[in-house]
């Protein structure tokens, strides 16, 4: 079976762009959450939907939005890009929106902003 | 709120000797704990998890956890370490009594080992 798949995998982008990131969960995972990881530390959580309803959102700028679709895929918007939004944007799955099972993470798209 | 902490950044081991990664956590309520891994550019891989039970948790490449509820510590474990263990590895906490499922991670602790 197929994992989380991201795309795109590179992306370079320069200051005030906007920006979309793309994921598509394991099959027959309900809930998605994005995460973003700076260079040198641990992935911060930024949103998780489920049934296609926001769920969770963490301490992230209104630059930042998402969204799932009926598939349960994801999309994750980032606009007026900063220099500091560099980092690997990393895409988990998960059977159900509150459950103890683990999120399974994708490979994640490395967005690079000049 | 919920925190976790790794206090070691980097752990040298010795190919064969067993290995220790170290992380602490802080939840309001009662924890789910994990362990992830991550390699040179790719995503975080699933190593293992506490929800409840026996304390000793096994998980994937022969790694375990101990759970301590007093120390509020979940260090992962491993009796030999291989060279091919070598790589990025992340603690993650999520509070039971959140609706959702955000986890909470760790600063990662790079683990090398040698042959």
């Known amino acids: 079976d197929a994992g989380v798949t991201q795309s795109p995998t590179h992306l370079i982008k320069t200051r005030g762009q906007h920006v979309t990131l793309r994921c598509s969960p394991i099959s027959g995972h309900k809930s998605v959450s994005w995460y973003q990881q700076v260079l040198g530390q641990g992935p911060q959580f930024i949103f998780q939907y489920y049934e296609k309803e926001e769920r969770g959102r963490g301490n992230f700028p209104d630059r930042f939005s998402a969204r799932q679709f009926p598939n349960y895929s994801s999309e994750l918007n980032v606009n007026a890009l900063l220099l500091g939004d560099s980092a690997l944007y990393l895409c988990?799955?998960?059977?159900?929106?509150?459950?103890?099972?683990?999120?399974?993470f994708g490979d994640g798209t490395r967005l690079s902003i000049l | 709120a919920q925190s976790v902490a790794q206090p070691e950044d980097q752990v040298n081991v010795a190919e064969g000797n067993p290995l220790t990664v170290k992380c602490t956590y802080s939840v309001s309520g009662n924890p789910y704990l994990f362990w992830y891994v991550q390699y040179p550019n790719r995503g975080l891989q699933f190593l293992l998890k506490?929800?409840?039970?026996?304390?000793l948790v096994k998980g994937s490449y022969g790694f375990e956890a101990e759970f301590n509820k007093s120390q509020t510590s979940f260090h992962l474990k491993k009796p030999s370490a291989l060279v091919s263990d070598s790589a990025l590895y992340f603690c993650a906490v999520r509070d039971r009594n959140n609706a959702g499922n955000m986890l909470t991670f760790g600063g990662g602790t790079r683990l090398m080992v040698k042959p």
């Open positions: 506490y929800i409840t039970g026996d304390n």
């Open positions: 988990a799955s998960s059977p159900s929106g509150g459950s103890n099972q683990p999120q399974h």
